[in-house]
């Protein structure tokens, strides 16, 4: 810690430290230039920069943050169960991501916009996105599930990092909001809202990475690429994707990069704050690499023993984000048996609403399918709709719907 | 009434646009002060400046992706794709993102993003300058696909399809952007629904169907046939999606015959799509098989065998005989 003020310097230097990080980083200990606070012993350090964003967090901010982090987890065993039970047809879990999740959405602001990957249940919790909303896409009910415009919270989006340069242009659009506003009432100019993207060290890979990094740049976007080093692309580890620290990536780019400890909610809270700050005073893009662990699998479609050590993964058990910050809790005394039990029983307590919901959505008709193709009329979703109007009341005097009779095979 | 060319007519519509809709902005690579390689945008920067008219980064998919979250935002932006060939590195976002995220938000978002494309061959250009990608983009849902074949539609169709709230690509025809024509910027006329299609020349015994760069092609060649005694409707489709058929129904069943005419290889193509959708509507109506004319299953040639690969006035004229033939 300590040397890794962020820097838009071009120092040449980082190249050597980015060679001794690399080993660490495929190793999966933790590289010397990585920003943590609260170590996996529960002990909370300091940091120049950081700790006077952490400070700011009350003993309330701090019971919030365990108790979101145990939501969230609690919700994952959830609907994994309820995908082995065949009520969803996969699951995408974010057991050991938590803190990296919670950390960043909760330092978020309600203005600013969300671009989330297929993960991020967390953030979704912190946007106030009903949990049961999330599951709508994974029942095979909706292709999105909850309205984007209520909670500044965006779609998933499946297609690797397409959503990141979606998040560039929302935030230049920020920025003209700006010079709009500028002109008509002569108010500040500065972006009072940013964005994040979400994406993985997988995701690092694709062109729209890189692109909108440089579209970033280029227009000084309000925008934090807020990257999981979850370290593995489903079976593919992730020095397939790098062989410097993710983080390292930003000063090719001109902006700050950080990487922080992913499983230390607290310094991936102020990590984030800085960083979204940052942008909204107009300073331009940031990107943070979480440096975490996926404890479980990529999706329950997914074994992961085919291709990583459960040794590795009870190393990673060890640096969990929720025991540390349990252990910093009780040993500060600012939470007590009562507090943990009734997060215990409030997770239950979710867990029971989401699985009654999970079961009560109900199928859609085919007809929204249609509705929603276009915004404005069209003649040949019109005419197939039409059609199949007329072919599905071909079905209505026997006891057959259409469905039934295409699922028999007529 | 105003003469101008194609070109000067979309810059005319792009000025008009960004006077009249704050929200909308252009994008693209050498859009600014060079006023784009054919030099459309030509002179828009200096009049809305640098936020509105924009010089991105060489990047196709980072141009549409970024004017995706442009639009999620509530804007409105153009994008020029500098040629044809050169769209595939924002396919993606154009047809996993755009075209989609309307129907995956239950309609509670809407991405109003243009895409304007020149197309098609007959410049003698190198490898990727000369390319009709229309049809790949017509087979996806969500997408709307217009193509004008001259000034006054040209200056109308570019304003329509910013107010559209669905996307839109626009495919310019960049052989005919210098071809002139009068445009009433006062009167949209019969250009007021880009999705319809236009019947411009009637006739009895034939009707010639094509679009964009082969429409001035179709016209010469129903001239040519009237000289043999053969009376030729001439439909300029205008859009590629949704497609008019209505309009291209009647003249088939006034006419018995259909010839569809684009630079585009006819395998999988629009031809095809036409050929199949009036065999189920006018069945009854048709004389002869409905015949394509259309590029070959190949990639774009050389520039110095184009001729030989472009649907001409003779080629038009041959699937007439084919067509008088049964």
Known sequence: MGTHLPSTEFDGTAVDDQREADAEAVMGEPPAQMVQLLAPDGKLGTDPVFSGYADKLTPEDLRGLYADMAAIRRFDVEATALQRQGQLALWVPLTGQEAAQIGSGRASQPQDYIFPTYREHGVALTRNVDLAELLRQFRGVSNGGWNPKDTNFHLYTLVLAAQTLHAVGYAMGIQRDQKLSAASDGAGQKPDA???????????????????????????????????????????PTNVQTRVPLSNRAKGYGFPGIRVDGNDVIAVHAVTEWALEHARQGNGPVLIEAFTYRVGAHTTADDPTKYRQSAEEDAWRAKDPLARLEKYLRAEGLADDAFFAKVKADGDELAAYVRRTAHDLENPDIRQSFANVYAEAHPLVAEELAWFEEYSAGFADGEETAGQAAKAGH | MPTMTIAKAINEGLRATLAGNPKSLLMGEDIGPLGGVYRVTDGLIGEFGPDRVVDTPLAESGIIGTAIGLALRGYSPVCEIQFDGFVFPGFNQI???????????????????????????????????????????????????????????????????????????????????????????????????????????????????????????????????????????????????????????????????????????????????????????????????????????????VAKVEEDYLPDIDRILEALDRAFSY
């Open chain 1, 194 to 236: 940013a964005v994040i993207a979400y994406f993985g060290d997988g995701a690092s890979s694709e062109g729209d990475v890189h692109e909108s990094m440089v579209f970033a740049s280029s227009y000084k976007a309000p925008v934090v690429f807020f990257c999981q080093n979850n370290h593995w692309a489903i079976s593919v």
């Open chain 2, 95 to 301: 047809t996993t993102q755009l075209a989609k995220m309307h129907a995956r938000s239950h309609g509670n978002l809407t991405v109003p993003v243009v895409i304007r494309i020149p197309y098609g061959g007959g410049i003698g250009s190198v490898e990727h300058h000369s390319e009709s990608p229309e049809a790949l983009f017509a087979h996806t849902a969500g997408l709307r696909i217009i193509t004008p074949s001259n000034p006054h539609d040209a200056y109308w169709m570019i304003q329509q399809a910013v107010a559209c709230q669905d996307p839109v690509i626009i495919f310019e025809p960049k052989r005919r952007y210098w071809l002139k024509g009068e445009v009433d910027v006062e009167d949209q006329g019969p250009a007021e629904d880009p999705f319809k299609a236009h019947v411009l020349r009637e006739g009895t015994d034939a009707t010639v169907v094509a679009y964009g760069p082969l429409v001035p092609v179709a016209l010469a060649a129903a001239n040519a046939a009237a000289e043999d005694g053969r009376s030729v409707e001439v439909i300029d489709l205008r859009s590629i999606s949704p497609i008019d058929f209505d309009t291209v129904t009647a003249s088939v069943q006034k006419t018995g015959r259909l010839i569809v005419a684009h630079e585009a290889p006819t395998f999988g193509g629009i031809g095809g799509e036409i050929a199949a959708r009036i065999s189920e509507r006018a069945f009854h109506s048709l004389e002869s098989p409905v015949i394509r004319v259309g590029g070959f299953h190949m990639p774009y040639p």
